[in-house]
């Protein structure tokens, strides 16, 4: 199995350096008419000596996928000129917006979703299904805190519903809604607190009107432990998960065609007084550098530190210099 793995892997890594080639292109040729500021202009970023006046530290939350996008805009930062440090690995949602409250950092990456349930108490049916409304309210709610987020990345780290490939054609699923009908003979695989939760479990028996032969708790980090070893039928997974770019061709994520889970596309979070000492190159900078970070690159970058073991720091690099940031 390690040997597929690995020629999968190679084979996605190839795709990663063209889709970001000819991706970020296509983005930044929609924007030639922009006005330059010194930092990144459209091209490879561009060193303002001007930014050198400013230092900035960077945070992320502490898992691996934060802290890859953590080392993007550090790196994509310090290329503009700014003197960046870095603090990863501060810990929960509630840690990092704590540490940037105190001023230890001047800004982190966080995901819409997890701002407006676990910061302003929204319940996960009362957040935005599309990825602006979200981003628009959570932007809002940080205002009145003197706090900002910067616009969002393309992708959305989100809850889903995963299965093998073959009991997907088996039953003839690719949506959510499709398992109507057939729910009730598959056993479902979820984290323990799934149950209650509106945009787990909860969600799927009140939203799409399914029942399943079984409801298993289980241990995050087994979610596709379970469906290799066919203990479950399906299980709860997250959009972005390595393997769904590592091991494309046996599993499969069911579209959530009436949008239960909420979106969790990244935004940068920083405090309002940072934007303004920092000027324009701040803000442009962190949102042009995430233009290539769709849901199969952030799968590779995930992959690449998660499986094969890479540093959050040598796959950000790898990422900005394949996708033209950087030389």
Known sequence: MRNTTQRARAFVAVLLALFLSLGVAACRSSDDNSTESGGADGGAIVSNPKNGKVTLTV??????????LGEIYAQALKATGYKVKTKLNLGSETIALQTLKQGEISGYPEYTA??????????????PSDATGAYEKAKAEL????LT???????SSANAVGTLKKTAEENNLKTISDLSGVSEELSLYGSPECRQRIDCLAGLVKLYGLRFKSFTPVDISLRYTVLEKEQADLSIIFTSDPQLSAEKDKFVVLEDDKHVFP????????DQSVVEKAGPDYEKTIVEV??????????????????????????????????????
């Open 149 to 155: 987020a910067f616009p969002p990345a393309p992708y």
């Open 143 to 146: 205002e009145k805190e003197d």
């Open 263 to 270: 979106p969790g596309n990244p935004i940068f979070i920083t």
């Open 114 to 127: 997890t701002a407006l349930e676990s910061f302003f108490g929204l319940e996960p049916e009362k957040v």
């Open 59 to 68: 945070g992320s939350k502490n898992f691996p996928e934060a802290e890859i």
């Open 290 to 327: 995430q233009e290539g970070l769709t849901l199969p690159v952030i799968q590779e970058l995930n992959a690449r530190v998660e499986l094969e073991k890479q540093s959050p720091a040598k796959a950000a690099a790898a990422y900005l210099k394949e996708a033209g940031y950087t030389g």
